[in-house]
């Protein structure tokens, strides 16, 4: 005998920083309204909420970015100025506003990024939550959404799961992320909700993910971090469209991995480098690691130690301007002996010294893929969705919040501000639009 579904005004699909948020601000706000409180489900497919948070930052969950809205829209790049009814209706300070209030005080650490005082993910999790439960909202883990359609009939969604359950709402938001860490679950679910309720995909690709790189040394320097590097992307014709608004050349920190590159200045272009491998099999980083010195400061350097400092270690004094393992990286790599002495530099092992620190050649042949990528580039097109709102402007009853959209920051807590400010208004417009029972025969 088939089992009737369960019915719920609302139903968020997805409980990671948007969804959560989501059903947090629509509780609250009929809170702050005196009015009894609707009935809410949350469907996660991991077994607790906030799996993608618990492991932001490295554990620590970097939050948000300390910049003002203007500077957080800039972050966002071609399609910044989309976040700005979200970022104006719950901004980073009131973020922390909230968060400290549920007591979960943060600071502010290097680049601006915001951490919760305990450095611990788990204390933001635990708090939304909470919170959740205080407001009544009922929290199904795990439970998978397996397809979602409307009734333009009964004007409800029906959803089906992985479990024996289905359910009925009035209003449904999806907000079950992209496809980055694909072992958290974000596996594009959302993309097919979406195009199942005729919304558009812009291609996703993989955006913040480390790049595989050709030369076998890089692997010899894993774990090593060099600090305010610049990176440049070299291919053929004009570069794609960064939908982060980091500009290029990337300036910040690099990382040497097992694999190839990681590290800020690198992770903030790797969805051009990914959109370009789609058309060429590999392509090149120009890597500065002295960008406060151009090349005639540099060779004026090596000047200075040949003549007064001519007896001390090559490799010894290219560790005061370079990490001491990259120095010797780049003394083997130009046959430089690891006991010679700056008196004995010559001119040509001068010349491919200042090549490699202004401008070592890294060969790209692929990314990471989902499996690493912290956020997705791409996803349901913002023409279909209201900015004011968060609203579907082809169903008036569904809402999409978070990583679904084609919106994509850089490392830095961007991407977190994205999922609960746009999380936080869509729960805000999803009250006013129960609260006016604005639904009529549309």
């Not at 549920?102 to 909470?130: C, F, L």
């Not at 694909?182 to 596996?187: C, D, L, Y």
Request: charged residues 20%; proline residues 5%.
């Amino acid at each position: 005998m088939a089992q009737s579904a369960t019915p719920y005004e609302i139903i968020v699909l997805g409980a990671g920083a948007a969804g959560m948020m989501a059903a947090i601000a629509c509780g609250e706000e009929f809170l702050a309204r005196g009015q009894t409180l609707p009935r809410i489900a949350v469907l996660e497919k991991n077994r607790q909420p906030g799996i993608k948070v618990l492991v932001c930052g490295g554990g620590r969950c970097n939050l948000t970015n300390a910049g003002d809205i203007d500077f957080l829209i800039g972050q966002f790049g071609r399609n910044g100025r989309f976040l700005t009814p979200a970022l104006r209706t719950l901004d980073n300070l009131g973020l922390r506003s909230w968060f400290a209030s549920r007591g979960v005080p943060t600071h502010e650490e290097h680049d601006g990024k915001i951490y919760p005082d305990s450095h611990k993910a788990s204390s933001v999790v635990d708090a939304m939550v909470q919170r959740m439960r205080e407001l009544g909202v009922e929290i199904h883990a795990p439970c998978t959404a397996e397809a979602v359609t409307w009734n333009s009939s009964s004007k409800l969604f029906n959803i089906t799961t992985s479990t024996v359950q289905t359910f009925t709402s009035q209003i449904l938001l999806i907000a079950v992320g992209g496809q980055s860490y694909t072992r958290m679950g974000t596996t594009g679910d959302g993309y097919s909700f979406a195009k199942a309720l005729g919304h558009r995909v812009i291609t996703p690709r993989p955006a913040i993910v480390p790049l595989l790189c050709k030369e076998p040394w890089v692997t010899e320097l894993k774990g090593l971090a060099v600090q305010d590097v610049a990176v440049r992307i070299e291919a053929p014709g004009p570069l794609p469209r960064l939908a982060t608004g980091k500009p290029e050349p990337s300036i910040n920190d690099m990382m040497f991995t097992h694999f190839g590159l990681s590290g800020p200045a690198v992770l903030n272009i790797s969805e051009i480098v990914a959109e370009l491998l789609e058309k060429f099999p590999e392509m090149t980083l120009r890597v500065d690691f002295v960008r406060h010195l151009d090349h005639e400061e540099l060779a004026g350097v090596f000047r200075q130690w040949h003549s007064t400092e001519g007896k001390k270690l090559v490799r010894s004094k290219l560790a005061e301007i370079i990490p001491q393992r990259l120095a010797e990286m780049f003394c083997y790599l130009g046959n430089i002996d690891q006991r010679q002495v700056c008196a004995n530099l010559t001119a040509r092992q001068i010349q491919q010294l200042i090549e490699r620190l202004k401008g070592t050649e890294f060969t790209i042949y692929a990314t990471r893929g989902f499996k690493e990528a912290m956020v997705t580039a791409g996803g349901v097109r913002l023409d279909e969705i209201n900015p004011d709102t968060m609203q579907s402007r082809i169903n008036p009853r569904l809402f999409l919040a978070g990583e679904v959209l084609d919106l994509t920051g850089p490392s830095g807590g961007y991407n977190l501000q994205l999922a609960f400010s746009t999380g936080y208004l869509a729960g805000v417009s999803i009250a006013h639009q129960l609260h006016e029972n604005a639904y009529g025969n549309s």
